[in-house]
């Protein structure tokens, strides 16, 4: 049987074919006890960073309501000690993938050196790509979010659903204003260039708002677009997705953003301002000299971008907790 390799593409790929959100639609600490648990534990491990006050007032939170018990029932774990972490049991996938790279519930080291160079040496005759955990792991459980079991509850009952067992009645079922605030993802086709920053701004709790993950309700697009864009700031994907020129001129037509792209940042560059609007640029595309004031940064491989976003969003007056970016 082959193994499997739960990296991105096997998990965009799982939730094309149920015909679901791209990444877990309830993965923030706000919204699901699992990723909650699973980010304050790895705080705990030093791993990553989470404000005390932030993991004080999430635990109260979660405490309340009658998903914390079952959310108990297959506690989140670490076994090991201090710079010797060796397994991680019931994680939520989406948090996995954020530290270790791979979306798993459960993650089991190598005993010792000589068990890992064995490994090494029958990889090396296979031929195994670089991707493969099993360079890193011992064994490792993959997990696709729709698999995990508060999935279904959270989806039925609709994002921060719990209800409080004592006078049942729900303290997380309205609407709740995170205080890291809501940020709208304007995007092209570049999925992958998507859901890395869905993720990155997930990891610092705020709420990412991709226009592709809203149910449509019967509404036109730019009616759902509209319906969706009361957000604290904006985050434009510009990536090459489409080619274009000047009718008539003899140049070579240049790799530009998708014109739904260009039509998304104008609006809210005139909704919210141009201090509120960020543009990531990734691959050769037409940087456009329009929109003097609004900040524009080099999505790199190397994941530079990251810093620069959280400061300028941090420096536009929305809060971010810088610990959250881990170590």
């Not at 699992?34 to 791993?47: E, H, I, K, P």
């Not at 079922?173 to 701004?201: M, Q, W, Y």
């Not at 000299?289 to 790199?300: A, C, E, F, P």
Request: contains cysteine; glycine residues 8%.
């Amino acid at each position: 049987m082959p193994t499997v390799i739960p990296d991105l593409d096997w998990y965009l790929e799982k939730s094309k074919t149920q015909g679901i959100s791209p990444r877990c639609p309830h993965a923030t600490s706000d919204s699901c006890p699992r990723f909650y648990q699973s980010l304050s534990l790895l705080g705990n491990a030093g791993s990553t960073k989470i404000s005390k006050e932030e993991d004080d007032r999430l635990l109260k939170k979660w405490e309340k309501t009658d998903l914390w018990p079952k959310t108990k029932e297959q506690a989140t774990s670490i076994g090991g000690s201090d710079n010797n972490y060796h397994h991680f049991s019931n994680y939520c996938p989406e948090v996995a993938f954020e530290r270790f790279g791979y979306f798993a519930s459960s993650l089991a080291r190598y005993a010792d050196e000589i068990d890992m160079d064995n490994a090494h040496e029958r990889l090396a005759k296979t031929g195994s790509t670089e991707n493969d955990w099993r360079w890193h792991w011992a064994s490792i459980q993959p997990q696709h979010y729709s698999e995990c079991p508060l999935y279904s509850i959270l989806s039925h009952r609709g994002v921060d659903a719990g209800m409080a067992p004592d006078d049942g009645q729900s303290v997380v079922n309205s609407p709740i204003k995170l205080k890291t605030g809501r940020a709208f993802v304007v995007h092209g086709r570049n999925d992958k260039a998507k859901l890395e920053v869905r993720g990155f701004l997930a990891q610092l709790n705020i709420e990412p708002v991709i226009l592709d993950e809203q149910p449509s309700e019967s509404q036109t697009v730019i009616e759902k677009f509209e319906g969706h864009a009361d957000v604290d700031f904006a985050v434009v994907l510009l990536t090459p997705d489409d080619t274009g020129k000047l009718a008539g001129s003899p140049d070579e037509p240049k790799p530009r953003a998708r014109q739904n792209v260009i039509f998304e940042f104008g609006f809210f560059v005139g909704k919210l301002g141009r201090s509120k609007v960020f543009v990531l640029h990734k691959g050769k595309v037409d940087i456009m000299s329009d929109y003097h004031g609004v900040i524009y940064i080099l999505m790199d491989d190397a994941g530079g971008w990251k810093l620069k976003l959280a400061m300028e969003i941090k420096n536009a007056g929305v809060t971010v907790d810088m610990n959250l970016l881990g170590e």
